[in-house]
């Protein structure tokens, strides 16, 4: 709890934790719609929940539960109904370099493959700068499991775009060997200093 | 990210206090999980950024008014 939050309204506390909100819907929903909707049951579910919330613990692991929660639970009164696996190109669209697109696209298109765990789990770590004791206590998980959901969709997302051979998958190999070579030449330089 | 607590192995490979078989110190792993990370940023970020719609800041501070 920084102090910064402390200082905050419950209702200025939700209004600035939507945009991180907004990826962890995303992340698990995978679709755009669904992500918005699902963000607005989070908050209608945390203001009216808002009596249970203690002033002083962590505000963001409550609410990225709250928000899990609603998911899980909308996942299971929709299963049959709703299909969630479908992601539009434009969720993902980017105005990156064309040589990167074709890797982004093949990124975007590995990551609705993972686990809707996996996936939380790794875009609350690296696009939130999220601790793993924070994720963990976000998710309702032990620690040990986050980190394990963290490297494990790295390893398969790496698995997958690194070790197939479909023809789109080569622009994140080059991607990825172009990086590496930047990063020999950095160290090389760094030597040399 | 506050002091202290683990940080998450964004650009670096694996967690050094990760078991064995999670420990990654090729560089051709710590080069893919940079790419990983600034590929995450690119499709995610534009997200966060967009404005909030009207109708859920209205549902809040109608909540606040209360």
């Not at chain 1, 709890?1 to 819907?25: E, N, Y």
Request: net charge positive; aromatic share 4%; proline share 5%.
């Amino acid at each position: 709890m920084t102090a910064v939050a402390t200082t905050q309204t419950f209702h200025d506390q939700i209004i600035g934790i939507l945009p991180k909100l907004r990826i962890q819907a995303l992340a698990l929903t995978r679709n755009r719609a669904a992500a918005e909707d699902l963000v607005q049951d989070a908050v209608c579910n945390a203001l009216s929940a808002q009596q249970s919330f203690i002033p002083g613990t962590n505000f963001p692991a409550w609410m990225h539960r709250i928000l899990r929660n609603r998911f899980i639970s909308n996942l299971r009164k929709r299963r049959d109904t709703t299909d969630i696996e479908d992601v539009p190109s434009s969720v993902f669209a980017t105005e990156a370099p064309h040589e990167d697109r074709l890797a982004l696209k093949e990124l975007a298109n590995a990551m609705t493959r993972l686990p809707a765990d996996q996936r939380e789990a790794l875009v609350m770590v690296v696009v939130h700068g999220m601790s793993y004791e924070a994720l963990a206590e976000s998710t309702g998980c032990a620690v040990g499991t986050a980190k394990s959901r963290v490297f494990r969709a790295r390893r398969q997302l790496e698995s997958w775009l690194l070790g197939e051979t479909k023809e789109s998958a080569k622009a994140a190999r080059g991607a990825a060997a172009l990086l590496a070579r930047r990063l020999s030449d950095s160290e090389r330089d760094a030597d040399h200093v | 990210m506050p002091k202290g607590k683990s940080s998450p192995p964004a650009d670096k490979g694996a967690d050094p206090s990760a078991p064995a078989h999670m420990k990654r110190p090729r560089k051709s792993e710590a080069a893919f999980d940079i790419w990983l990370q600034r590929g995450l940023h690119e499709m995610y970020d534009k997200v966060a950024s967009e404005p909030i719609p009207d109708e859920l800041l209205k549902l809040i501070e109608e909540d606040r008014k209360r």
